[in-house]
């Protein structure tokens, strides 16, 4: 046999190898998929989820803890107070600047007032 057909049958096999892994893998999958078992499972998995997540919840409640939702919903609020704080802050520097150049123009009509009369 020739190196060349030695090569030929050596990828031919490995290629008939690589299709009959793939179709086995295909049937597993789909038997796996079309297993009640399996769904079963997997229901009961979610399910098991669904109790652990309750039951954590109302350890944390008992114990008085927060939840990560709590927490969570409790920084949404912060920072909308936080926003509307800096909103009034705002507000607040606005309105004494304003004040600010009021006081300014009281002083000046005081003075031309008291120059006036000076005169």
């Given at each position: 046999?020739?190196?060349?057909?030695?090569?030929?049958?050596?990828?031919?096999?490995?290629?008939?190898l690589?299709a009959r892994s793939?179709?086995?893998i295909?049937?597993?999958?789909?038997?796996?998929?079309?297993?009640?078992?399996?769904e079963?499972?997997?229901?009961?998995?979610f399910?098991?989820r669904?109790?652990?997540?309750?039951?954590?919840q109302?350890?944390?409640?008992?114990?008085?803890?927060?939840?990560a939702?709590?927490v969570?919903?409790l920084?949404?609020?912060l920072r909308?107070?936080s926003?509307?704080?800096d909103?009034?802050?705002?507000?607040l520097d606005?309105v004494a600047r304003e004040?600010?150049g009021?006081?300014?123009?009281?002083?000046?009509?005081?003075?031309?007032?008291?120059?006036?009369?000076d005169?």
């Open positions: 046999m020739s190196r060349v057909s030695a090569e030929s049958e050596y990828q031919d096999d490995q290629d008939s690589r793939e179709q086995a295909g049937d597993l999958a789909q038997a796996l998929l079309d297993s009640n078992v399996l079963n499972a997997v229901h009961a998995a399910g098991a669904e109790k652990a997540l309750e039951a954590q109302a350890a944390m409640a008992a114990l008085n803890l927060p939840s939702g709590d969570e919903r920084e949404r609020r909308g107070v926003q509307r704080l909103e009034v802050e705002d507000e606005r004040v600010s009021l006081r300014r123009e009281l002083a000046a009509e005081r003075r031309r007032a008291a120059e006036s009369e005169t």
